[in-house]
């Protein structure tokens, strides 16, 4: 018997319409509730995501702004390095004119001739 009178109790909310209609709009506000709470964690998903991305972005400058450092650095060690070797090889000529000179003098003095580079005063 309990079962025939929520059967007609149901019969008569269903009637009236009372009870379908709350139940519809909970139903509908229980909805609306969960698309929300769907929006919110997509929200909340895409801006860790920016977040991430920014701190990525972030992160290859800075390790971009180190590579250009480190270039500008050897760029100039570079051009460093070609003034050394100029000015070694311009030691390195003088030097070897030095010893060229050096080679004639003592060629003529053991020859007995007069040196072709005589010193002036």
């Known amino acids: ?5 929520t059967t007609l109790v149901d019969k008569v909310k269903h009637v ?3 009870e379908t209609a709350t139940e519809k709009a909970a139903g509908m506000a229980n ?3 969960h698309k929300s709470e769907q929006t919110s964690e ?3 998903a895409v801006e860790q995501e920016s977040a991430d991305t920014a701190k990525k972005m972030a992160e290859r400058t800075t390790e ?3 590579v250009a450092l480190e270039a500008t650095e050897a760029k100039k ?3 460093e390095a070609a003034a ?3 000015k070694a090889s311009e030691a390195s000529n003088k030097v070897k004119s030095m010893q060229k000179d050096t080679s004639d ?3 003529a003095m053991a020859s007995g001739k007069p040196e072709k580079h005589a010193e002036q005063p």
Not at 1 to 5: I, L, T, V
């Open 1 to 5: 018997m309990p079962q025939e009178k």
């Open 16 to 18: 009236f319409g009372v």
């Open 31 to 33: 909805k609306v509730t």
């Open 42 to 44: 997509q929200a909340r």
């Open 64 to 66: 971009a702004e180190a």
């Open 77 to 79: 060690m570079a051009e």
């Open 84 to 86: 050394a070797t100029e």
């Open 105 to 107: 003098k003592l060629k």
